[in-house]
């Protein structure tokens, strides 16, 4: 696995580019947009916290287990939200895709499987990873759905995993995709875009 790099990705309308301290005001901007941060089972950030917020993934960065992006639709110029690989483990050959969140205004939308689209091709295709791991809130309902929705797999429940914003415990639902999955879900993905392109808002 060649470890991950700070890289643009660009497709459908959407475009990946490395997060930067440069991104401060368009990132609150953004979380404004439904005020995100009131979400209480989500890390999106309250426009006074995007400061720390960018440092924390930027020192992730750093350290090498993390590569932040801002996600940026490409008609508009607006940054509408954030995601990134985190635990990196080249050992294993294994990234997770994470720390996602839109603009309510983009949510249910063609957004989130265009940048699924990028970052698993960019992990599978470019990286050489054997899997990608995507996590969420035992409590996060939409984005399970969404996950799924993707095509990637349950693994399972890790009980008292991680803690919340607000200092409360969390229970952790974990999926992944395989390599030997990728060709089925990117077809699937595909699909998924192409009637977008053609029809109403995904559900």
């Known amino acids: 696995m060649i470890h991950p790099a700070p ?4 497709g459908g309308g959407i475009r ?6 440069e ?27 995007v400061a720390d917020y960018l440092a924390d993934a930027l020192a992730g960065q750093a350290a090498g287990h993390m590569l932040p992006w801002v996600v940026r639709d490409t008609a508009s110029g607006r940054v509408v939200g954030s ?7 080249p050992a294993i050959d294994r990234v997770e895709i994470g720390y996602t969140w839109y603009a309510q205004s983009r949510q249910r939308s063609s957004v989130n499987t265009m940048c699924k689209r990028l ?22 309902f ?32 974990m999926f992944s995709i395989l390599a030997a999955e990728w060709p089925d879900v990117r077809r699937h993905l595909e699909l998924r875009l192409a009637r977008h392109a053609n029809g109403p808002k995904e559900t």
């Open 7 to 10: 890289i643009t990705l660009e």
């Open 16 to 21: 990946l580019e490395p997060l930067t301290s």
């Open 23 to 49: 991104h401060r005001d368009d990132l609150a901007a953004a979380a404004s947009d439904g005020h995100l941060w009131n979400l209480w089972f989500t890390s999106v950030p309250r426009p006074e916290e």
């Open 83 to 89: 995601t990134r690989y985190h635990d990196i483990v």
């Open 119 to 140: 970052l698993l091709a960019h992990a599978f295709n470019t990286l050489g990873c054997k899997v990608v791991g995507l996590r969420t809130d035992n409590f996060n």
């Open 142 to 173: 939409a984005s399970q759905r969404a996950i799924a929705a993707l095509g990637a797999k349950k693994d399972g429940v890790i009980r008292h995993h991680g803690v919340r914003r607000d200092g409360t415990p969390r229970d952790t639902v």
